[in-house]
Protein backbone atom coordinates (compact mmCIF):
# COMPACT_ATOMS: atom_id res chain seq x y z
CA UNK A 1 0.00 0.00 0.00
CA UNK A 2 1.35 3.51 -0.48
CA UNK A 3 2.86 5.00 2.20
CA UNK A 4 0.40 8.38 1.92
CA UNK A 5 -2.56 6.10 2.26
CA UNK A 6 -0.92 4.01 4.77
CA UNK A 7 -1.71 6.07 7.58
CA UNK A 8 -4.63 7.99 6.53
CA UNK A 9 -6.75 6.49 9.47
CA UNK A 10 -4.70 6.39 12.02
CA UNK A 11 -5.96 9.98 13.82
CA UNK A 12 -8.57 12.34 13.84
CA UNK A 13 -7.55 15.30 13.23
CA UNK A 14 -10.91 16.39 11.66
CA UNK A 15 -10.54 19.09 8.65
CA UNK A 16 -8.60 21.26 10.42
CA UNK A 17 -5.46 21.06 8.76
CA UNK A 18 -5.91 24.21 6.14
CA UNK A 19 -9.64 24.21 6.52
CA UNK A 20 -11.07 27.51 6.93
CA UNK A 21 -14.26 28.54 8.54
CA UNK A 22 -17.65 28.08 6.60
CA UNK A 23 -21.55 27.86 6.96
CA UNK A 24 -21.20 24.32 7.89
CA UNK A 25 -19.16 25.24 11.82
CA UNK A 26 -21.87 27.69 12.50
CA UNK A 27 -24.82 24.84 12.89
CA UNK A 28 -24.72 23.32 15.97
CA UNK A 29 -22.61 19.97 16.39
CA UNK A 30 -25.64 18.39 17.54
CA UNK A 31 -27.72 18.84 14.94
CA UNK A 32 -25.29 17.96 13.01
CA UNK A 33 -24.78 14.75 14.08
CA UNK A 34 -28.64 13.49 13.85
CA UNK A 35 -28.81 14.62 9.64
CA UNK A 36 -25.89 13.04 9.12
CA UNK A 37 -26.86 10.05 10.75
CA UNK A 38 -30.56 9.95 8.78
CA UNK A 39 -28.54 10.99 5.58
CA UNK A 40 -26.52 8.14 6.06
CA UNK A 41 -29.59 5.58 7.46
CA UNK A 42 -31.28 6.54 3.91
CA UNK A 43 -28.62 6.73 1.49
CA UNK A 44 -27.63 2.90 2.95
CA UNK A 45 -31.61 1.49 2.74
CA UNK A 46 -31.90 3.40 -1.10
CA UNK A 47 -32.09 0.88 -4.12
CA UNK A 48 -32.82 3.76 -6.29
CA UNK A 49 -30.05 4.98 -8.79
CA UNK A 50 -31.33 8.29 -9.22
CA UNK A 51 -31.79 8.69 -5.39
CA UNK A 52 -28.09 7.51 -4.78
CA UNK A 53 -26.96 9.78 -7.63
CA UNK A 54 -28.76 12.62 -5.63
CA UNK A 55 -27.42 11.41 -2.79
CA UNK A 56 -23.35 11.91 -3.85
CA UNK A 57 -24.94 15.21 -5.21
CA UNK A 58 -25.98 16.61 -1.94
CA UNK A 59 -22.35 14.87 -0.68
CA UNK A 60 -20.62 16.73 -2.85
CA UNK A 61 -22.02 19.89 -2.05
CA UNK A 62 -21.80 19.88 1.15
CA UNK A 63 -17.75 18.84 1.05
CA UNK A 64 -18.23 22.28 -1.33
CA UNK A 65 -19.58 24.41 1.76
CA UNK A 66 -17.90 22.90 4.58
CA UNK A 67 -14.85 23.97 2.63
CA UNK A 68 -12.95 20.78 3.21
CA UNK A 69 -9.45 20.21 2.55
CA UNK A 70 -9.42 18.77 -1.03
CA UNK A 71 -5.78 16.85 -0.08
CA UNK A 72 -7.07 15.44 2.81
CA UNK A 73 -10.89 14.61 1.60
CA UNK A 74 -10.06 13.42 -1.82
CA UNK A 75 -6.95 11.07 0.14
CA UNK A 76 -9.48 9.76 2.48
CA UNK A 77 -11.91 8.39 -0.28
CA UNK A 78 -9.58 7.01 -2.03
CA UNK A 79 -8.21 5.33 1.23
CA UNK A 80 -12.40 3.99 1.19
CA UNK A 81 -11.82 2.82 -2.40
CA UNK A 82 -8.85 0.69 -1.72
CA UNK A 83 -10.72 -1.34 0.57
CA UNK A 84 -13.47 -1.62 -1.62
CA UNK A 85 -12.08 -2.43 -4.84
CA UNK A 86 -11.67 -5.97 -4.61
CA UNK A 87 -15.44 -6.30 -3.61
CA UNK A 88 -16.37 -3.93 -6.74
CA UNK A 89 -14.09 -6.36 -9.12
CA UNK A 90 -15.65 -9.84 -7.60
CA UNK A 91 -19.03 -8.90 -7.20
CA UNK A 92 -19.52 -8.96 -11.13
CA UNK A 93 -18.20 -12.39 -11.20
CA UNK A 94 -20.06 -14.17 -8.12
CA UNK A 95 -23.86 -12.70 -8.40
CA UNK A 96 -25.62 -14.72 -10.12
CA UNK A 97 -27.63 -13.09 -13.34
CA UNK A 98 -27.75 -12.29 -16.75
CA UNK A 99 -23.89 -12.30 -18.24
CA UNK A 100 -22.24 -9.18 -19.39
CA UNK A 101 -18.99 -10.83 -20.47
CA UNK A 102 -16.43 -13.34 -20.06
CA UNK A 103 -13.12 -13.43 -18.89
CA UNK A 104 -11.05 -16.55 -18.95
CA UNK A 105 -14.10 -18.60 -18.67
CA UNK A 106 -15.28 -16.64 -16.13
CA UNK A 107 -18.94 -15.46 -16.86
CA UNK A 108 -19.67 -11.65 -15.08
CA UNK A 109 -23.38 -10.77 -14.81
CA UNK A 110 -24.88 -7.54 -15.10
CA UNK A 111 -27.05 -7.61 -12.06
CA UNK A 112 -23.46 -8.24 -10.34
CA UNK A 113 -22.36 -4.50 -12.06
CA UNK A 114 -24.88 -2.65 -10.75
CA UNK A 115 -25.49 -4.16 -7.34
CA UNK A 116 -21.30 -3.15 -7.24
CA UNK A 117 -22.24 0.69 -8.43
CA UNK A 118 -25.20 0.99 -6.26
CA UNK A 119 -22.73 0.01 -3.21
CA UNK A 120 -19.91 2.61 -4.43
CA UNK A 121 -22.20 5.21 -5.11
CA UNK A 122 -23.70 4.46 -1.67
CA UNK A 123 -19.84 4.77 0.13
CA UNK A 124 -19.34 7.79 -1.41
CA UNK A 125 -22.10 10.11 -0.52
CA UNK A 126 -21.99 8.89 3.20
CA UNK A 127 -18.10 9.05 3.31
CA UNK A 128 -18.38 12.82 1.44
CA UNK A 129 -21.71 13.51 3.77
CA UNK A 130 -19.83 12.29 7.36
CA UNK A 131 -16.79 14.19 6.43
CA UNK A 132 -18.75 17.76 5.63
CA UNK A 133 -20.89 17.18 8.84
CA UNK A 134 -18.86 15.76 11.31
CA UNK A 135 -15.23 15.16 9.94
CA UNK A 136 -15.10 19.41 10.43
CA UNK A 137 -15.71 18.93 14.04
CA UNK A 138 -12.77 18.08 16.91
CA UNK A 139 -13.31 15.21 18.74
CA UNK A 140 -13.83 17.20 22.31
CA UNK A 141 -16.88 18.82 20.66
CA UNK A 142 -18.18 15.45 18.57
CA UNK A 143 -18.35 13.88 22.28
CA UNK A 144 -19.59 16.48 24.11
CA UNK A 145 -22.81 16.68 21.09
CA UNK A 146 -23.14 12.82 21.71
CA UNK A 147 -23.48 13.22 25.04
CA UNK A 148 -25.90 16.12 24.75
CA UNK A 149 -27.78 13.36 22.35
CA UNK A 150 -28.39 10.92 26.08
CA UNK A 151 -25.62 8.81 23.88
CA UNK A 152 -24.92 6.40 26.50
CA UNK A 153 -21.84 7.44 28.84
CA UNK A 154 -20.00 4.57 28.68
CA UNK A 155 -20.02 4.98 24.38
CA UNK A 156 -19.19 8.48 24.96
CA UNK A 157 -16.05 8.16 27.14
CA UNK A 158 -15.33 4.99 24.54
CA UNK A 159 -15.05 7.03 22.02
CA UNK A 160 -13.10 9.89 23.10
CA UNK A 161 -10.39 7.56 24.04
CA UNK A 162 -10.02 6.21 21.33
CA UNK A 163 -9.75 9.26 19.49
CA UNK A 164 -7.49 10.84 21.98
CA UNK A 165 -5.00 8.10 21.82
CA UNK A 166 -5.26 7.23 18.23
CA UNK A 167 -2.81 9.51 17.36
CA UNK A 168 -0.53 8.28 19.70
CA UNK A 169 -0.89 4.54 18.55
CA UNK A 170 -0.09 5.35 15.16
CA UNK A 171 2.60 7.57 16.07
CA UNK A 172 4.21 4.25 17.90
CA UNK A 173 2.91 2.53 14.63
CA UNK A 174 5.25 4.80 12.61
CA UNK A 175 8.41 4.67 15.03
CA UNK A 176 8.23 0.39 14.65
CA UNK A 177 8.42 0.48 10.80
CA UNK A 178 10.73 2.86 10.69
CA UNK A 179 12.93 0.99 12.67
CA UNK A 180 12.25 -1.95 10.80
CA UNK A 181 12.95 -0.24 7.85
CA UNK A 182 16.06 0.80 9.17
CA UNK A 183 16.81 -3.16 9.60
CA UNK A 184 16.61 -3.57 5.57
CA UNK A 185 13.08 -5.14 6.26
CA UNK A 186 11.24 -4.46 3.04
CA UNK A 187 6.90 -6.36 2.93
CA UNK A 188 7.51 -9.24 0.85
CA UNK A 189 4.28 -12.06 0.67
CA UNK A 190 6.27 -14.58 2.58
CA UNK A 191 6.54 -16.23 5.69
CA UNK A 192 9.01 -13.91 7.29
CA UNK A 193 7.09 -11.00 6.75
CA UNK A 194 3.79 -12.33 7.96
CA UNK A 195 5.92 -13.66 10.61
CA UNK A 196 6.91 -9.86 11.37
CA UNK A 197 3.96 -8.29 11.00
CA UNK A 198 2.86 -10.55 13.23
CA UNK A 199 5.01 -9.26 16.00
CA UNK A 200 4.33 -5.30 15.03
CA UNK A 201 0.89 -6.05 15.56
CA UNK A 202 1.30 -7.85 19.28
CA UNK A 203 3.69 -5.29 20.25
CA UNK A 204 1.60 -2.53 19.18
CA UNK A 205 -1.21 -4.53 21.19
CA UNK A 206 1.25 -4.50 24.44
CA UNK A 207 2.30 -1.36 24.66
CA UNK A 208 -2.07 -0.02 23.83
CA UNK A 209 -2.28 -2.38 27.25
CA UNK A 210 0.19 -0.88 29.15
CA UNK A 211 -0.21 2.71 28.09
CA UNK A 212 -4.21 2.40 28.91
CA UNK A 213 -2.97 0.97 32.58
CA UNK A 214 -0.81 4.27 33.44
CA UNK A 215 -3.33 6.58 32.25
CA UNK A 216 -6.19 4.97 34.06
CA UNK A 217 -4.30 5.11 37.62
CA UNK A 218 -3.58 8.18 36.96
CA UNK A 219 -6.73 9.30 36.13
CA UNK A 220 -8.02 7.88 39.75
CA UNK A 221 -5.07 9.81 41.27
CA UNK A 222 -7.10 12.71 39.83
CA UNK A 223 -10.63 12.16 41.43
CA UNK A 224 -12.12 9.77 38.18
CA UNK A 225 -14.79 8.07 39.07
CA UNK A 226 -16.63 7.44 35.54
CA UNK A 227 -18.05 9.86 34.62
CA UNK A 228 -16.78 13.70 32.74
CA UNK A 229 -18.30 16.92 33.47
CA UNK A 230 -19.94 18.92 30.62
CA UNK A 231 -19.66 22.65 30.69
CA UNK A 232 -20.35 23.42 27.28
CA UNK A 233 -23.49 25.57 26.20
CA UNK A 234 -25.08 24.28 23.27
CA UNK A 235 -28.12 26.19 22.26
CA UNK A 236 -30.11 25.77 18.73
CA UNK A 237 -29.97 29.25 16.87
CA UNK A 238 -31.68 30.58 13.49
CA UNK A 239 -28.94 29.21 11.31
CA UNK A 240 -29.65 25.37 12.62
CA UNK A 241 -33.27 26.39 12.07
CA UNK A 242 -32.92 27.47 8.57
CA UNK A 243 -30.67 24.90 7.86
CA UNK A 244 -32.95 21.88 8.97
CA UNK A 245 -35.64 23.60 7.04
CA UNK A 246 -33.56 23.08 3.94
CA UNK A 247 -31.69 19.51 4.61
CA UNK A 248 -35.13 17.89 5.75
CA UNK A 249 -37.01 18.19 2.58
CA UNK A 250 -33.70 16.83 0.70
CA UNK A 251 -34.15 13.51 3.07
CA UNK A 252 -37.74 13.35 1.80
CA UNK A 253 -36.73 13.93 -1.36
CA UNK A 254 -34.42 10.99 -1.35
CA UNK A 255 -36.57 8.77 0.40
CA UNK A 256 -39.71 9.60 -2.39
CA UNK A 257 -36.92 8.98 -5.57
CA UNK A 258 -36.85 5.40 -4.25
CA UNK A 259 -41.00 5.00 -4.91
CA UNK A 260 -40.57 6.13 -8.68
Known amino acids: MPEFLEHSGTSW ?29 ITVLSQSFLSLCVAVGVGLLLALLARLNLKRTLRRVLAMDMFMIFLIILLPFTTPGETWFSILGLSASKEGFLHAVVILLKAHAVVLTLLALIGTLSATVLGHALARLRIPDKLVHLMLFTVRYLEVIGQEYKRMRRAMKAR ?8 HTWRSI ?3 IGMLLVHS ?7 M ?12 YLFDDM ?17 CLLIGLNFL
Do not use: N
Not at 184 to 191: C, G, N, P, S, W
Not at 217 to 228: L, P, S, T
Open 209 to 215: LERSERI
Open 235 to 251: RLSQKDLTFSLIFTPVL
Open 184 to 191: AFVLRTDR
Open 13 to 41: QGQKVKHHRSIVDHIDPRLRVVMASLFAL
Open 198 to 200: GYL
Open 217 to 228: DAMKCRGYQGKF
